[in-house]
């Protein structure tokens, strides 16, 4: 796939078919990921493929802390607000997602919306980034990098994916249950798989804002 193509034409998956990656498509993913730019080349990204049983025993403690009404514990917070134009931006996505789904009632849009997100939205391999705790914002920064280089390479080789900020939500059940020590914090997760192009949720597709909105030419 052309590269310009390719980052244009990726979006995220919130939908997938049950069949699984190939071990050796997951490591050439991951092997074109770990050509990432990083701060002096100091690569801080951490990997962690979850898939099959484990991913099961996972979901299972993820579920019993939401459903125990225990509050989200992510290792950084959300904005206290938005500056205005993202506000609306934010809107625009939670509203596009559900008419994507094509229910009205609110509560029939939260069930609605539950049932698509469970068990990872039906993907069959969680990627979760993690980096040594003592690093900063600029190792952060670098993750990110790689988040989105392993996106595009997974994008090539026809698979599809989704960041997920909400699959992260008890850093310290996921570190418990995939063996990983507390002095590593959890930047993100990416759930994998292949597109189930029939399902609703698959139809939305997010816009961007023009250059002239956030871009200034200074000659
Ligand atoms: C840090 C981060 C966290 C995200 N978390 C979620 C999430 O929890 N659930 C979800 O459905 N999408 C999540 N996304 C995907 C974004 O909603 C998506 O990238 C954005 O709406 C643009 O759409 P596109 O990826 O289809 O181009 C996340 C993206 C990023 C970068």
């Known amino acids: 796939m052309e590269l310009i193509e390719g980052i244009k034409t990726r ?21 074109a990921a770990r050509w ?17 049983g484990k991913k099961d025993e996972l979901y299972k403690s993820l579920t019993k802390m939401a459903e125990a009404g225990v ?18 931006r934010t809107k625009e996505f939670f509203a596009g997602r559900l008419k994507a789904i094509g229910v009205k009632g609110e509560e029939e849009q939260k069930n609605a919306l539950r049932q698509v997100n469970a068990n990872f939205n039906g993907a069959p391999c969680i990627i979760f980034l993690f980096m040594d ?39 310290d059940v996921i570190r418990e249950t995939l063996g990983i020590a507390k002095t590593k914090l959890l930047v993100l997760g990416i759930i994998m798989g ?19 909105e956030f871009v200034k030419w200074c000659t």
């Open 11 to 31: 979006r995220s998956i919130r939908a997938y078919k049950s069949t699984l990656i190939p071990k050796d498509t997951l490591e050439r993913i991951l092997e």
């Open 36 to 52: 990432s730019p990083s701060y002096t080349n100091t690569q801080p990204w951490e990997v962690v493929v979850v898939s099959g």
């Open 71 to 88: 509050p989200p514990n992510r290792e950084w917070p959300q904005p206290k607000s938005w500056p205005p134009e993202l506000e609306k």
């Open 133 to 171: 705790r003592t690093l900063t914002t600029w190792s952060a920064f670098d993750v990110g990098l790689f988040a989105q280089t392993l996106c595009l390479a997974a994008h090539s080789y026809g698979i599809g994916s989704c960041l997920q900020a909400g699959i992260i939500n008890y850093p």
């Open 194 to 212: 292949y597109p189930d192009a029939e399902a609703p949720i698959n139809s939305y597709r997010t816009g961007r804002a023009n250059l002239d």
